[in-house]
Nanobody
């Protein structure tokens, strides 16, 4: 499974960005997908996840109500709509896919999101 993120960039506080994650390869084996982020000098943390069949979501509290995660299984693509962005959202955002019965996690290369104050 290969994952490619896009849509990052520089935005002012209060602005919006939409990230995309395109999956290729053995996409039929992908189950849950998710977004993670890593700020400079910090560990990589979960932002949100979404299941494959029923689209159940799981969120970190700091982005609830501002970010929306979605996926289009027909297009093998996941999205993260980010609204009301804050400087604290600045990070490299990574797409992840949990694959197969064992849930092996695959990562994308990351996309930089920078929010200026």
């Amino acid at each position: 499974v290969q994952l490619v993120e896009s849509g990052g960039g520089l935005v002012q506080a209060g602005g919006s960005l939409r990230l995309s994650c395109a999956a290729s390869g053995s996409t039929f084996s992908i189950n849950t997908m998710g977004w993670y982020r890593q700020a400079p000098g910090k560990q990589r943390d979960l932002v949100a996840t979404i299941t494959k069949g029923d689209f159940r979501t799981n969120w970190t509290d700091s982005v609830k109500g501002r970010f929306t995660i979605s996926r289009d299984n027909a297009k093998n693509t996941m999205y993260l709509q980010m609204n009301s962005l804050e400087p604290e959202d600045t990070a490299v955002y990574y797409c992840a896919a949990f694959v197969g019965p064992g849930g092996r996690r695959y990562w994308g290369q990351g996309t930089q999101v920078t929010v200026s104050s």
